[in-house]
């Protein structure tokens, strides 16, 4: 089936170490994006891609880092340097028409949390 | 800051009631309004949408509203189920802007 995957569901990790949060999409779609969700707000955008080896940096990017190596595969990096990294991630895709309309589809979401 | 919101954040329904949900933007020039619903857990999945030289839209058990006089967007679900509790987001989209706004969310939760 296609879809967007995100992995792991749940994750914790100790401060001061960085992680890395799976994104891949069999859609074919050219854009992807990382989000995210804290309790009470609405999606924060952290980065996004349009195109293969090239991504612009959201609202919230720093504390966090992404490659576009392939279509399929958008992974986010969390590292040390993000404060207050316990959040809940989602990653999403578009074609680039959708992207310019909006219709996103969105992964599963990751959670993590710092301990 | 967000310039899109939502006017409450919680909102309880009887079963079979319609529910209204709102949302305020800000940015005039945002021409593309989404709504978006998101379950217990899992990621947000689009419902409906409308482009701001409408005014309403149908789809199935929902509608969605645009005043672009006030700024202000609502969905409406009919004959509102158990099935319809989540969270319910609205976003904006600017002409060649590719991301997306969100609003912070309203929590509808249905009452048996």
């Known amino acids: 089936d296609g879809g967007i995957t995100q992995s792991p569901k749940y994750l914790f990790r100790k401060e001061g170490q960085n992680v890395t949060l799976s994104c891949e999409q069999n859609?074919?779609?050219?854009?992807m994006y990382w989000y995210r969700q804290d309790p009470g707000q609405g999606l924060r955008l952290i980065y996004y891609?349009?195109?293969?080896?090239?991504?612009q940096k959201g609202d919230i990017a720093e504390g966090y880092s992404v490659s576009r190596e392939k279509k399929e595969s958008f992974p986010l990096t969390v590292t040390s340097a993000q404060k207050n990294p316990t959040a809940f991630y989602l990653c999403?895709?578009?074609?680039?028409?959708?992207?310019?309309?909006?219709?996103?589809?969105f992964g599963e979401g990751s959670r993590l949390t710092v301990l | 800051g967000e310039s899109v919101g939502l006017h409450l954040p919680t909102l309880s329904v009887q079963e079979g009631d319609n529910s209204i949900i709102n949302c305020a933007y800000s940015?005039?020039?945002?021409?593309?309004f989404i709504w978006y619903k998101q379950e217990s857990g899992k990621g947000p999945q689009f419902i409906i949408d409308?482009?701001?030289?409408?005014d309403k839209r149908q789809g199935q058990r929902v509608t969605v509203l645009l005043n672009k006089t006030v700024k202000h967007l609502s969905l409406q679900i009919a004959a509102t189920q158990p099935g319809d509790s989540a969270v319910y987001f609205c976003?904006?989209?600017?002409?060649?802007?590719?991301?997306?706004?969100f609003g912070a969310g309203t929590t509808v939760t249905v009452r048996a």
């Open positions: 976003a904006e989209n600017s002409p060649n802007d590719y991301k997306l706004s």
């Open positions: 859609l074919n779609h050219d854009a």
């Open positions: 999403a895709s578009s074609t680039l028409a959708g992207a310019n309309t909006g219709e996103l589809f």
């Open positions: 409308i482009r701001s030289n409408m």
């Open positions: 940015n005039s020039a945002s021409d593309y």
């Open positions: 891609s349009q195109i293969v080896n090239d991504f």
